[in-house]
């Protein structure tokens, strides 16, 4: 029974495990201050910010259910926050341009050169979804 928890902690590495790998690295570096180690928004830094981060494994339970890919990599890089002065959130996407760029189809037809550290946090965000 021990094992339990540490076989299911591992279960989302064992689909992707570089993306995954390279994700989780990204969101050490450039997130857990503010979102915490497991992206509930209780990083050391989310005190002083008048406002609470948001807790990242609710984004599909609050999307009904469903993962919002575009919406959150457009959150990560800052383009849907460009015009919202309430953001306390840093635009990274600067720092995710540095890098590779993948191919990503968002499921409209028109698959995007996009950087892949942003692909990778994303998909790293979607792997921490509670059900
Ligand atoms: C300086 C603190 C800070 C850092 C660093 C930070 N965030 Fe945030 N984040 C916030 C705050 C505060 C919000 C709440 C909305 C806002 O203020 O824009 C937020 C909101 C978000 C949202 C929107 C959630 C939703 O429900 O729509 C996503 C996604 C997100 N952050 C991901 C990230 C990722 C990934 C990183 C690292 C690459 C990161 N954040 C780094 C503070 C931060």
Do not use: W
Request: charged letters at 20%; aromatic letters at 6%.
């Amino acid at each position: 029974m021990l094992a339990l928890p540490v076989t299911l902690g591992f279960l989302p590495m064992a689909c992707a495990p570089e993306r995954q790998g390279s994700g989780r690295a990204l969101f050490e570096t450039y997130c857990v201050s503010c979102h915490g180690p497991q992206g509930k928004g209780d990083g050391p830094a989310a005190g002083g910010l008048g406002k609470r981060p948001a807790d990242l494994t609710g984004i599909a339970a609050r999307n009904g259910g469903t993962f919002p890919m575009v919406r959150v990599m457009s959150a990560i890089d800052g383009y849907s926050r460009r015009n919202d002065r309430t953001s306390m959130m840093p635009e990274l996407g600067i720092a995710l341009q540095e890098g590779p760029l993948a191919v990503f189809d968002a499921g409209d037809g028109h698959p995007t050169p996009t950087p892949a550290k942003l692909i990778a946090l994303a998909e790293y965000l979607r792997s921490i979804q509670r059900p």
